[in-house]
């Protein structure tokens, strides 16, 4: 027999709801503001439309649909309900993307975003619209996908209960454990405030330190405190911003178009103190070269933080736009912080993989451990795959006889066995591989799995939640 569960975070799974606009809502048509009726199936560049949003696509995008014609457009920051003028600016195949020009009618569901930079920045997009509306917005997608791409009937999902209902956090703010800010030499300013723009290009005030604006890996907004991290980690990200521009310190962003230019990234991660359960920060600098000494007055600015146990440096040559360095120093501290799961102690490095939300990745596991039935007589064998450091695994590893855990990044295989040793967990085989490599004889390799874990389809892009996981348990 196989059953597939699926796990997400919350309540309300069949009720399913499409806003479909009426024809009177459309014939309130702006005549000055919007092309006449497309002749056309395709809409063209720069013509423009009058739409609504029916629903969150993926990377929260609104999406539409043009009346006349049915096709579909893409709108970022538009919300589900809201009546909009939008002009196209791109097309791709069968979908083309808008640009709201106007709103007429706003969106259902909105909420006062409490973070001052959420209209421009890329790192919350959907910050105005409830939380209560972002978790129906992602478990209609994750619906639409097993529909779509898994090929389930509604009926299916419905009866064989296989889509769980959404299970939501118990925070919204202040729950990621990793945020990456980049260095940028000139700040990004959305066109409202251009009049704040310091004059001189060149003053080291334009100096931008934060997230991208949306979909560019070349603007960066300026960033002082961001309420998805914590805040230790906030206190760090002030710290740094109060100085590095400092013209005395001789520190230069690095110009991605010009490839010059020394401070690359800011990584903040955030643990635990496992005997203290204080919370513990990293807190590595992206550099294009090796200049401990020049680095100098930031680390020990940083250090000064109780909660600051790590200071790393990434060197990171290449001209791309990673945080992953070829070359790790650690320059204060620890190489690396701790964070519990269920009862065990994970060892965090500067660039191992692990869940982002700590606390919906404890619900995550225990949803996890419930749905895959484990018999809990040590007579089960897993297969963990896409395991990164070995997480999951390793928290079923207590009730079955053996965990195998197959991912493609060696380092993340070094943690997971390291994480396997300091839990004193002995029944777990962690292997380096492609997982889109393997062949027919791929199953000799362990003995026949009782319970298959396949951790790689994250849609983590709308709220602190996780998106899905999927058992299948095959006997
Ligand atoms: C979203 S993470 C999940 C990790 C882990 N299951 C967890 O929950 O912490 C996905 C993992 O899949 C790994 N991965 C991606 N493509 C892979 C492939 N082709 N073969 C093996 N592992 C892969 C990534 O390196 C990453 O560690």
């Given at each position: 027999m196989t059953s597939i569960s699926y796990l997400t975070n919350t309540l309300l799974p069949l009720h399913i709801r499409r806003f479909r606009p009426s024809l009177s809502t459309l014939s309130c048509s702006l005549a000055s503001d919007v092309d006449p009726a497309p002749n056309s199936y395709f809409p063209k560049r720069g013509q423009t439309l009058e739409l609504v949003c029916e629903s969150l696509a993926f990377k929260g995008k609104g999406l539409c649909k043009v009346?006349?014609?049915?096709f579909v457009v893409l709108c970022d920051r538009a919300l589900p309900g809201e009546h909009f003028i939008g002009r196209v600016t791109r097309k791709k195949g069968n979908y083309a993307e808008v640009t709201k020009v106007k709103t007429i009618t706003p969106p259902r569901d909105i909420v006062d975003a409490p973070c001052v930079y959420a209209p421009y920045c890329g790192g919350c997009k959907t910050q105005n619209l409830s939380y209560e509306a972002q978790l129906r917005a992602k478990e209609e997608q994750v619906r639409d996908l097993l529909i779509?791409?898994?090929?389930?009937?509604l009926q299916h999902l419905q009866l064989h209960a296989v889509l769980k209902p959404i299970v939501p956090c118990r925070i919204q703010f202040h729950y990621r454990n990793k945020m990456e800010f980049s260095f940028g030499p000139q700040r990004w300013l959305p066109k409202e405030s251009l009049q704040d723009r310091i004059v001189d290009d060149d003053a080291n005030e334009n100096y931008a330190l934060g997230l991208h604006?949306?979909?560019?890996?070349?603007k960066i907004l300026n960033v002082d405190n961001c309420l998805l991290q914590s805040h230790p980690a906030n206190k760090v990200l002030a710290a740094v911003q109060e100085c590095w521009r400092d013209p005395q310190l001789g520190f230069s962003p690095y110009n991605v178009?010009?490839?010059?230019?020394f401070l690359k990234h800011l990584m903040l991660r955030t643990g635990r103190d496992v005997t203290t359960d204080q919370p513990e920060v990293m807190v590595n600098f992206v550099t294009s070269s090796y200049k401990p000494e020049l680095l100098k007055f930031l680390v020990d600015k940083v250090s000064v933080f109780p909660e600051v146990v790590s200071v790393i440096n990434n060197v990171n040559t290449s001209v791309g736009n990673t945080s992953v360095g070829e070359e790790e120093y650690t320059l204060y501290g620890k190489s690396s912080i701790t964070e519990t799961l269920r009862g065990l102690t994970f060892q965090i490095s500067a660039n191992s993989f692990f869940q982002t939300n700590t606390y919906q990745a404890e619900v995550l596991y225990k949803l996890i451990e419930d749905c895959a039935g484990v018999k809990g007589d040590d007579s089960e064998i897993v297969l963990d795959l896409f395991c990164g450091t070995g997480t999951i695994g390793l928290t079923l590893a207590r009730s079955v006889r053996h965990v195998y855990g197959y991912e493609v990044v060696p380092q993340a295989i070094t943690d997971a066995r390291l994480n396997a040793k300091i839990n004193g967990i002995q029944n777990a085989t962690f292997v380096q591989g492609d997982l889109n490599k393997i062949d027919e004889n791929f199953g000799k390799n362990f003995p026949k799995p009782d319970i298959v874990i396949s951790g790689f389809i994250a849609l983590s892009f709308l709220i602190p939640t996780y998106s899905y996981v999927i058992c299948i348990s095959l006997n």
């Open positions: 009346t006349q014609t049915g779509h791409v898994g090929k389930f009937s604006a949306p979909g560019f890996f070349d178009h010009s490839h010059k230019g």
